[in-house]
């Protein structure tokens, strides 16, 4: 598997899980260097039981579209694989190159696509997204929109649709104290968090707004690096909120459950933008798996996620989503949309489920299992 995802720790968790199938023998290849947001993504090693994990040298580290792997044909030649599953779009340059040098040498692909629009590239991305759709073995799409998407946009391989990861549920689970949360004696006011880019996409001055709106003395817990920090300071400023704003930068992801065990409510406030609309929100599933409620706005696949475990509000609407937040103020239905978002993770999203899930779609690629692909695949 050439994955840049599984730089982090706690998403490694999903090969150490995959490994435990002893009919597989799995590699992971990762970049040595990553940088996200103008700054360098250290690389973590966190769960690297039962299978080989390489670190390898990348061009472009930080260029989403033109990062790939000039030692890729080397390491194929090394370990000769049955399958190579790029975690990759479609239409960036490492997964062009990395399906057109394993096809040269006889080994089936897989790819991976979260993109939920029916976006329109230039060349030359365009030609490898074409090119990738043509040649490679089969597809995984993160959600019933990118399905769709890819449909529409020409695939026709076989499809599965499954998240690229779920949540280790015993990292990621309530407080050891049950009642932390839920008792309004003991934790008065709320605390809301958010984690994740600071764009202008993600909403997080939405959030900001509607804490003012409310008029209650709620706080502010957000996670996060980008080009909107210092917006975001100038805006909490400015609704009075700077000392009820706690915004830290990115933690390891092994700290992510810890954060979320201290907050009440995660909101996930995202804007559909023309070129860009939420392609999942993994930061709900993690935090439903620890106890908190999520909020989010009807921005892409965000109500699909949720379900019935959370609230929605329709996206831009600070009203809105400061009427969800007053919602919660109640014990008693903070308690069982809490209850019912880690049901529904453990039910649909665990970490154990999408790595069961992907070796039996490498068994189906393979022809060494009685399940097709249409036992996964979405409608066109």
């Given at each position: 598997?050439?994955?840049?995802?599984?730089?982090?720790?706690?998403?490694?968790?999903?090969?150490?899980?995959?490994?435990?199938?002893?009919?597989?023998?799995?590699?992971?290849?990762?970049?040595?260097?990553?940088?996200?947001?103008?700054?360098?993504?250290?690389?973590?090693?966190?769960?690297?039981?039962?299978?080989?994990?390489?670190?390898?040298?990348l061009?472009?580290?930080?260029?989403?579209?033109?990062?790939?792997?000039?030692?890729?044909?080397?390491?194929?030649?090394?370990?000769?694989?049955?399958?190579?599953?790029?975690?990759?779009?479609?239409?960036?340059?490492?997964?062009?190159?990395?399906?057109?040098?394993?096809?040269?040498?006889?080994?089936?692909?897989?790819?991976?696509?979260?993109?939920?629009?029916?976006?329109?590239?230039?060349?030359?991305?365009?030609?490898?997204?074409?090119?990738v759709?043509?040649?490679?073995?089969?597809a995984?799409?993160?959600?019933?929109?990118?399905?769709?998407?890819?449909?529409?946009?020409?695939?026709q391989?076989?499809?599965?649709?499954?998240?690229?990861?779920?949540?280790?549920?015993?990292?990621?689970?309530?407080?050891?104290?049950?009642?932390?949360?839920?008792?309004?004696?003991?934790?008065?006011?709320?605390?809301?968090?958010?984690?994740?880019?600071?764009?202008?996409?993600?909403?997080?001055?939405?959030?900001?707004?509607?804490?003012?709106?409310?008029?209650?003395?709620?706080?502010?817990?957000?996670?996060?690096?980008?080009?909107?920090?210092?917006?975001?300071?100038?805006?909490?400023?400015?609704?009075?909120?700077?000392?009820?704003?706690?915004?830290?930068?990115?933690?390891?992801s092994?700290?992510?459950?810890?954060?979320?065990?201290?907050?009440?409510?995660?909101?996930?406030?995202?804007?559909?933008?023309?070129?860009?609309?939420?392609q999942?929100?993994?930061?709900?599933?993690?935090?439903?798996?620890?106890?908190?409620?999520?909020?989010?706005?009807?921005?892409g696949?965000?109500?699909?996620?949720?379900?019935?475990?959370?609230?929605?509000?329709?996206?831009?609407?600070?009203?809105a989503?400061?009427?969800a937040?007053?919602?919660?103020?109640?014990?008693?239905?903070?308690?069982?949309?809490?209850?019912?978002?880690?049901?529904?993770?453990?039910?649909?999203?665990?970490?154990?489920?999408?790595?069961?899930?992907?070796?039996?779609?490498?068994?189906?690629?393979?022809?060494?299992?009685?399940?097709?692909?249409?036992?996964?695949?979405?409608?066109?």
């Amino acid at each position: 598997m050439l994955s840049r995802a599984l730089r982090i720790g706690a998403y490694q968790r999903k090969a150490e899980l995959m490994a435990e199938d002893r009919r597989l023998d799995l590699t992971v290849v990762v970049p040595e260097r990553w940088r996200e947001e103008g700054r360098e993504v250290p690389l973590e090693r966190a769960h690297l039981r039962g299978y080989r994990f390489v670190a390898t040298r990348l061009r472009w580290p930080g260029s989403f579209h033109l990062h790939h792997y000039p030692e890729l044909g080397a390491l194929l030649d090394q370990l000769q694989p049955a399958l190579l599953h790029v975690d990759e779009e479609p239409y960036n340059l490492a997964t062009f190159l990395a399906v057109r040098a394993a096809r040269r040498r006889g080994i089936g692909t897989l790819f991976f696509s979260w993109q939920n629009l029916r976006r329109r590239y230039p060349p030359p991305f365009s030609w490898m997204e074409r090119f990738v759709h043509g040649h490679a073995d089969g597809a995984i799409a993160g959600s019933l929109g990118a399905a769709a998407a890819l449909r529409a946009k020409g695939y026709q391989g076989p499809l599965w649709v499954l998240p690229q990861f779920g949540v280790d549920a015993d990292a990621f689970r309530p407080p050891t104290e049950p009642d932390a949360r839920l008792n309004s004696g003991r934790r008065d006011p709320l605390v809301i968090g958010y984690a994740g880019r600071l764009v202008a996409a993600k909403g997080v001055d939405l959030l900001l707004q509607a804490v003012a709106l409310s008029g209650r003395p709620w706080r502010l817990a957000v996670v996060g690096v980008g080009p909107e920090e210092a917006t975001l300071h100038r805006l909490a400023a400015e609704l009075g909120l700077a000392d009820r704003l706690d915004l830290r930068p990115w933690l390891p992801s092994t700290d992510m459950p810890g954060f979320y065990q201290g907050i009440d409510v995660l909101v996930l406030p995202s804007r559909t933008t023309p070129s860009w609309k939420e392609q999942f929100g993994r930061v709900l599933i993690e935090a439903m798996a620890s106890g908190a409620v999520c909020v989010g706005s009807d921005s892409g696949e965000i109500p699909e996620v949720i379900g019935d475990a959370g609230l929605i509000f329709p996206e831009g609407d600070a009203g809105a989503l400061a009427d969800a937040l007053r919602r919660l103020e109640d014990p008693v239905l903070r308690a069982r949309l809490a209850q019912a978002g880690r049901q529904r993770v453990l039910a649909q999203y665990t970490m154990r489920h999408v790595a069961e899930e992907t070796v039996r779609i490498y068994g189906a690629m393979a022809g060494l299992e009685d399940w097709s692909a249409e036992d996964g695949e979405a409608p066109a």
